[in-house]
DNA sequence: GTCTATACTAAGATAGAC
DNA sequence: GTCTATCTTAGTATAGAC
C-alpha cells in the first residue's frame, strides 16, 4: 500500500471506525488521529465539508468497488449440475455478503431517515442478490411461477445474511469454522426444494 | 394503560426512542420530553442513576416478558403432521422475533462491548430459538446427527430473522402481506429437507 | 495542507428551591 | 418527585499562522 493520498486515508480510516463503533459515536478527531493528523486540528476539513460528507465518500467508493466486480456470476455458470452449482452460487453470495459487511455494519447502526444514500445502497446490493439467486432457480426450474421463484430466492440469501448477522454485530470477520458445514446444509436444502418443484411444477 | 408510574413511561419511551433513533443519538432531553417531565430537568435521575442504567432496565424488563411467555410451544406439539406443526412453529418464531424487534434494533445498533448485557440478551434469545426448531427436527427425525439437526434450525431462524432484519432497520414493524407466501415457502423448503433426511437417515 | 487555537453547540449529570 | 439553573465535558466546525 505505498504512498496512498491523505484523503483516500482519511475514508479507509473513517469507514473502519464507522464499522467498529458506528457513526455517531465516532468522532471527528478519532478520525483524525487514525488518519495520521494532529488530532483536533481541523486538517479533515480541508478533503471534506464535514462527517456526513466523508462518509457519503465512504459510501460511493463501496458502490465503486461493487460495479467493478461484476459479472463474476457468468464464471459459474453452465457445470450442469444442480448441486454443484449452487454450492458455488452459495460460496460467491457468502463472499459478496463479507465484501459488503463493513456498509452493512454501518448502515445496521444508522437511523434509516438519517442517510438516504446508505439505505439505498443496502437496499441495491439486496435487490441484487435476491435476483441473482431468483434468476439462477428459474434457469433449473423454467415453469416456476416467478413469485415462488423471487420467494426462493429471498430465503436463501436471508439464511445466509442471518447467519452474518451475528457475526456482523462485531468487528471481527468471523472464522470460517463452520461456515462449510452452513453452505453444505443451506445448498442440501435448497437443492431439495428445487428439485420437488421442478417435478411438481406450475406451483 | 391507567396511572403507570413514572419510572415505567421513562423506561417504555425510553426503549422506544432507542429503537428508532439508536441509543447514542438520543438524549436525557428527549426522554424526559417523551415521559411528560420538564425536558432540561434532571428529574430523570431521581429514577435512574445513568443513561446506561436505564437501558439496563429496558433490557431487564424485556427480559422478564420473555420469561413470562415460556411454554407456549408445547401448544402445537403433536399435532402429528409435519407440514402443519412446522407453518405452526414458523408463525411462532416469527411472533417472537417480533416481540423482540425492539430489543434486536437496540442491539443491533450498539457496538457489542458497550453493553455485555444487551449482547448476552440477544445471544440468549437465539440460542434459545435455533434449539427450539432443532429440537423439533430432531422429534422428527430422531437418527439425525445432533450436528445436522443444529445447523438446520439455524438456518430456519436465521431465515426468518433475515426476513425481519431489513424491516428491522425501520421503526415500523412492517406490513404481513407477504408475510404469508414466505412463510409458505419456508415451511415448504424446510419440511423437504426433514423428509428427505428422514428417509436417508444417519446423515 | 497541516498546524494551533478557539468558537459554538449539545449532551450527561448535579445542586438546591419548592 | 419535579422543577429551574448550572457545571462539566465532548464534539463539530472555523480562523488564521506557517
Known amino acids: 500500500m505505498p504512498a496512498t493520498s491523505t484523503r483516500e486515508r482519511l475514508v479507509t480510516e473513517a469507514m473502519r471506525l464507522f464499522g467498529e463503533q458506528g457513526y455517531s459515536a465516532t468522532s471527528i478527531v478519532q478520525i483524525e488521529a487514525a488518519a495520521g493528523l494532529a ?21 460511493d467508493r463501496q458502490l465503486d468497488r461493487r460495479h467493478a466486480m461484476r459479472d463474476i456470476r457468468a464464471l459459474f455458470a453452465g457445470l450442469g449440475d444442480l448441486h454443484a452449482e449452487l454450492t458455488m452460487l452459495g460460496r460467491y453470495l457468502l463472499s459478496v455478503l463479507d465484501d459488503e459487511s463493513q456498509l452493512l455494519r454501518i448502515a445496521a447502526r444508522i437511523p434509516a431517515h438519517q442517510s438516504a444514500r446508505l439505505t439505498d445502497a443496502r437496499a441495491a446490493l439486496f435487490d441484487g442478490l435476491y435476483a441473482e439467486l431468483a434468476d439462477w432457480i ?12 423471487a420467494t426462493l430466492g429471498a430465503l436463501g440469501v436471508d439464511a445466509l445474511h ?9 468487528a471481527t470477520p468471523q472464522p470460517g469454522t463452520a461456515d462449510e458445514h452452513y453452505l453444505t446444509e443451506w445448498t442440501a436444502t435448497l437443492a431439495s426444494r428445487i428439485e420437488s418443484l421442478r417435478h411438481g411444477d406450475g406451483q
Open 39 to 59: 488530532p483536533g486540528s481541523g486538517a479533515l476539513y480541508h478533503h471534506f465539508k464535514s462527517k456526513q460528507a466523508l462518509l457519503d465518500a465512504g459510501i
Open 138 to 149: 428459474t434457469g433449473w426450474a423454467p415453469d416456476l411461477k416467478p413469485e415462488t421463484a
Open 162 to 170: 442471518g447467519r452474518r448477522a451475528a457475526g456482523t454485530a462485531f
